[in-house]
């Protein structure tokens, strides 16, 4: 009965689109509506798909699988779709690794062979060892690669590897020891773990944990409680031993770093995605010495060198500086003094390895590193093209490190770096067929509403002709202080060799250009962010790289939000819309998992008549409108996605449905055990990429050739 239906389903589309227009009479699945209303300062706001927040209900199920069933049979039938998947496929199928790295005086790196679901740990024998031995492979831990590795450590003897796994894309963690030498798994095991690394200690490791959530909360239920263990290994979880929590203030969150010589800790707490308090004490010491209450601000302990703390921060300093803290005088202010102090540019980070404090930075979006010794002079520049650099790893007394670069068309190259002679040796460089002497990448500046000036990344063919009619894919994030670099991405590669344009803005809300740019992304500002992303895609028209009828938004999690709101404000902008694991109801996202630490970017529906107020106006769940010609739109996120939940894009798809009255497709792709992207088996990775390339190109009008 159920493939009749499917059966029926695909006949029905097929002949839809040998009519006129291709995408007309689409029947989608009918969605229950329920009486639910929720008060807002005054303001009544229906909320008729409220039931399909639960996710783990049979109703909720039902659901999924009837709008998968109608948007995998249109998809099915798009003529190149096939043609699509095995190019990519055969793209995809090169070896890929990572930069060699060392933990506790062992080297290893990560390696796939091509196709393989997920990447392979391997012991090196040395830093010349390029091939190495299986340390641990993580295909063997699932049939279908959805058990992914997501971190690993060794013990401070290093005869024990400690990793963690996730478990169909989940953001909790387990984790496991190893013997390294007899590869024998031990009994230990540690639940319950979220957004924790895990660090060694003496004959031990501490980490952070959540109490275990009530059952049908594994997935939506809110997260708070974050509590600090220190686990002997050999030992039961249930005999670890509590090292810090504030049962008063349960909705904060610990993290706690050791020196390589176990003589000092040092105790993070935060309460959202930016700012944190610090404090550090003697290992040996029953309490910590608080430098930094608040959370208006944020540090990191980069080491103790000599009598002082070492700390990135971003204190009376939107674009960062290094600092040096007397450990005798920490919390007096007047004590600390530049090492690296600030400059017009971002420093995006400090790595202290062979006894060099290395630099790196940002300078419009792209990397920048210089080197400086311990006091911050004697400075000298590492010389790498356009692009981002990342790696240098390592301990102080190490001569050698290794870093990569990448850029939109240069896949990563690796390279050994001898930091006191300052040579960089070319270690690997990725082999795939993609010449990328065929493709230009160009920064270019336009201006925002505000006349704000905005970078953004232009890739394509030398010999493209800009005539307006090239497929475009315009992709943006704007939130979180993250920012947007060059880097080559494999999977973008059918889309050039098909003449498209990728296009990637540097939006205000991302750490581009410090504090002040993130900043002005934020709360009330927010609309910066879409204003943005609208000029991005109004100057691309208005020069001739493409038009409305060529041009796709795309984003994922915040950047889901992104192409949901600016979708809804200009749907005559664009062709097609990939909102992608999106936060899309702004009124209740606060609710679910860690959604709270969300509140410093967004704000929340609750916290003043002013803030509902302006969530409301572009929230993308509650600005759909009735009458109005969207563009194609395929949502797509992960039934398991325990960050943004799915919720999120199961009501955003339900109202779309309900209210659009034009002939575009507007769909849902819910991949079943998948989260919110980390871990996802490659071929997950490729059938979710192949479909929303042959949707983009399908509702274009184009039909991309391979040879």
Not at 44 to 58: G, I, K
Not at 402 to 425: H, W
Not at 573 to 582: K, Q, S, T
Request: charged content about 25%; proline content about 4%.
């Amino acid at each position: 009965m159920k493939n009749l239906i499917l059966i029926t389903v695909i006949i029905s589309i097929m002949t839809t689109f040998s009519s006129c227009n291709q995408n007309k009479g689409i029947k989608y699945p009918e969605t229950k509506k329920i009486d639910h209303v929720d008060e807002y300062f005054g303001t009544q706001v229906a909320d008729p798909y409220r039931w399909l927040e639960d996710d783990m209900s049979d109703e909720t199920a039902e659901w999924v699988k009837a709008q998968n069933e109608v948007t995998f049979a249109y998809l099915d039938q798009i003529p190149f779709r096939a043609k699509m998947k095995e190019r990519l496929t055969e793209q995809w199928d090169y070896p890929k690794h990572s930069s060699p790295f060392k933990i506790s005086e062992r080297w290893m790196m990560y390696k796939n062979t091509g196709l393989q679901n997920q990447s392979v740990l391997y012991l090196l024998n040395d830093i010349d060892d390029k091939e190495g031995t299986i340390l641990l492979d993580s295909n063997t831990l699932s049939e279908d690669g959805t058990i992914a590795l997501s971190g690993i450590n060794i013990t401070k003897d290093g005869k024990t590897l400690i990793y963690s796994i996730s478990r169909g894309g989940s953001d909790w963690r387990e984790f496991y020891f190893m013997d390294i030498d007899s590869r024998k798994l031990l009994d230990d095991h540690l639940k319950w773990i979220k957004f924790s690394g895990i660090t060694p200690f003496e004959d031990g490791v501490i980490y952070s944990r959540f109490p275990e959530p009530k059952e049908g909360d594994m997935l939506k239920g809110t997260n708070e409680n974050s509590m600090l263990y220190f686990h002997k290994i050999g030992t039961p979880q249930e005999q670890d031993i509590l090292v810090y929590s504030e049962p008063q203030h349960p909705e904060r969150s610990f993290s706690l770093d050791v020196t390589d010589d176990d003589k000092y800790m040092f105790l993070y707490t935060t309460e959202s995605t930016t700012g944190n308090s610090l404090a550090f004490k003697k290992s040996n010491d029953k309490e910590f010495t608080h430098i930094i209450t608040d959370f208006d601000k944020e540090y990191t302990v980069l080491d103790v060198i000599g009598n002082d703390l070492y700390i990135i921060t971003n204190y009376d300093a939107p674009n960062n500086r290094l600092i040096s803290v007397p450990l005798k005088k920490a919390a007096d202010k007047k004590h600390w003094k530049d090492v690296i102090p600030e400059r017009d540019y971002v420093l995006n980070g400090v790595s202290y390895v062979g006894k060099k404090l290395i630099a790196n930075y940002l300078k419009d979006a792209h990397s920048y590193i210089e080197i400086f010794d311990t006091k911050g002079k004697n400075s000298y520049i590492l010389d790498i093209p356009i692009g981002s650099v990342g790696g240098f790893g390592g301990k102080a007394d190490d001569n050698i490190t290794f870093y990569s670069y990448t850029s939109y068309n240069t896949p990563s190259i690796i390279y050994k770096y001898d930091i006191k002679n300052n040579i960089s040796t070319e270690y690997s460089r990725t082999q795939i067929k993609f010449d990328s002497d065929k493709y230009v990448t160009k920064q270019v500046f336009y201006e925002s509403k505000d006349g704000t000036k905005v970078p953004m990344f232009l890739t394509y063919k030398k010999d493209l002709e800009l005539n307006g009619q090239n497929p475009t894919l315009l992709y943006g994030y704007g939130g979180f202080n993250i920012s947007l670099t060059p880097s080559f991405s494999i999977s973008r590669v059918p889309l050039l060799e098909n003449g498209c344009i990728i296009a990637v803005a540097n939006l205000r809300g991302g750490g581009e250009y410090g504090e002040k740019w993130h900043k002005a992304g934020t709360l009330m500002q927010k609309q910066n962010v879409f204003d943005d992303c609208i000029a991005a895609a109004e100057y691309l028209i208005a020069n001739n790289y493409t038009s409305p009828e060529y041009l796709a938004l795309q984003g994922g999690s915040n950047g889901g939000l992104l192409v949901g709101a600016v979708v809804n404000q200009r749907p005559d902008l664009f062709a097609v819309g990939l909102p992608a694991v999106g936060v899309l109801d702004m009124l209740r996202y606060q609710h679910f998992t860690i959604g709270r630490y969300w509140a410093t970017d967004y704000g929340t529906s609750e916290d003043s008549k002013e803030m509902f107020e302006y969530l409301y106006k572009y929230s993308p769940l509650h600005t759909i409108k009735e009458g109005v010609e969207y563009p194609a739109i395929l949502v797509t996120t992960g039934d398991h996605d325990d960050r943004v939940v799915p919720a999120h894009s199961f009501k955003y798809a339900a109202t779309l449905q309900e209210k659009y009255s034009g002939e575009n497709p507007v769909m849902i792709r819910i991949e079943t055990q998948a989260g919110h992207g980390a871990g996802k088996p490659t071929s997950k990775v490729i059938d979710e990429i192949v479909d929303e390339w042959a949707f983009m190109f399908y509702n274009m009008g184009v039909e991309p050739k391979f040879e």
